[in-house]
């Protein structure tokens, strides 16, 4: 069977069960996994669906969430240069927000500027910088989502509320020019609004998978975003569109 002929068959079974794992795949059309994984890249790439760890689910599926440890393996390669790009954005003495995430974890991890007060509601980003002496370290607090190893709800929005920061690092899982930057889950869309107002310039980072993807809650509109740190390919007339909207597309290589 042709790659084009599994691929659309793959197409019908998602349409019916809304999600697929590599491994019984692989054993229905009787190739490697492999084989399916170039398969469901390539699906992904034409926005055809929405890859997990193990396997994809429909594109339509707005609320679905990843959790952190799914997501942190993934794209390794292009949250790393994404993280070194938004890294070298970070000046001595800066204040910074850092949003909870795998990709933000990765700029925690290159921050090479001194005297930087860093604000997050991430416990591994807190951890991770917590030996670092060149900085300080404002850890929000609020209810911990098992899920993504975020901290948030109302002690955490209410902690973002007494600071003004230069810059904001957000993650995110859909970035479209006309639904704005969204996420699955309402609650933390409201934390990462609450960060978006402390913040003077807000800089979103994520691959380029999750361009023109829409998830079911709200962050803000587009407008609000200073720049966008992604990687990858987007198509030309995307990336147009984001910066006749006055937004700084960095592409990270």
Same mark, same amino acid.
């Given at each position: 069977?042709?790659?084009?002929?599994?691929?659309? &068959?793959?197409?019908?079974?998602?349409? +019916?069960?809304?999600?697929?794992?590599?491994?019984?795949?692989?054993?229905?059309? &009787?190739?490697?996994?492999?084989?399916?994984?170039?398969?469901?890249?390539?699906?992904?790439?034409?926005?055809?669906?929405?890859?997990? !760890?193990?396997?994809?689910?429909?594109?339509?599926?707005?609320?679905?969430?990843?959790?952190?440890?799914?997501?942190?393996?993934?794209?390794?390669?292009?949250?790393?240069?994404?993280?070194?790009?938004?890294?070298?954005?970070?000046?001595?003495?800066?204040?910074?927000?850092?949003?909870? @995430?795998?990709?933000?974890?990765?700029?925690?991890?290159?921050?090479?500027?001194?005297?930087?007060?860093?604000?997050?509601?991430?416990?591994?980003?807190?951890?991770?910088?917590? +030996? &670092?002496?060149?900085?300080?370290?404002?850890?929000?607090?609020?209810?911990?989502?098992?899920?993504?190893?975020?901290?948030?709800? !109302?002690?955490?929005?209410?902690?973002?509320?007494?600071?003004?920061?230069?810059?904001?690092?957000?993650?995110?899982?859909?970035?479209?020019?006309?639904?704005?930057?969204?996420?699955? +889950?309402?609650?933390?869309?409201?934390?990462?609004?609450?960060?978006?107002?402390?913040?003077?310039?807000?800089?979103?980072?994520?691959?380029?998978?999750?361009?023109?993807?829409?998830?079911?809650?709200?962050?803000?509109?587009?407008?609000?975003?200073?720049?966008?740190?992604?990687? @990858?390919?987007?198509?030309?007339?995307?990336?147009?569109?984001?910066?006749?909207?006055?937004?700084?597309?960095?592409?990270?290589?």
């Amino acid at each position: 069977m042709f790659a084009e002929e599994r691929q659309k &068959n793959i197409s019908l079974i998602l349409n +019916n069960n809304g999600s697929i794992k590599v491994n019984e795949l692989s054993e229905y059309f &009787n190739v490697s996994e492999a084989t399916i994984r170039r398969d469901l890249q390539e699906m992904e790439e034409k926005k055809l669906l929405k890859r997990t !760890h193990g396997g994809a689910v429909r594109v339509d599926i707005t609320n679905f969430e990843p959790s952190f440890l799914d997501k942190k393996d993934e794209r390794q390669d292009e949250k790393l240069a994404i993280a070194k790009a938004a890294a070298s954005m970070i000046k001595d003495g800066d204040t910074i927000i850092l949003d909870s @995430g795998t990709t933000t974890l990765q700029i925690a991890k290159n921050i090479t500027a001194r005297n930087v007060t860093v604000i997050t509601n991430s416990i591994d980003i807190a951890e991770e910088l917590s +030996n &670092n002496k060149d900085l300080e370290i404002v850890v929000t607090g609020g209810t911990l989502r098992f899920k993504t190893r975020a901290m948030v709800g !109302h002690i955490c929005e209410k902690t973002f509320s007494y600071f003004r920061v230069d810059k904001a690092f957000m993650g995110a899982n859909g970035i479209s020019s006309v639904e704005g930057i969204t996420t699955p +889950n309402f609650t933390e869309a409201q934390t990462k609004k609450a960060m978006i107002n402390a913040a003077n310039k807000v800089i979103v980072v994520a691959d380029s998978s999750k361009i023109q993807n829409v998830c079911l809650s709200v962050i803000c509109p587009i407008s609000d975003v200073t720049s966008i740190i992604t990687s @990858g390919s987007i198509p030309q007339e995307i990336e147009s569109e984001f910066r006749d909207k006055g937004i700084d597309v960095i592409i990270s290589k």
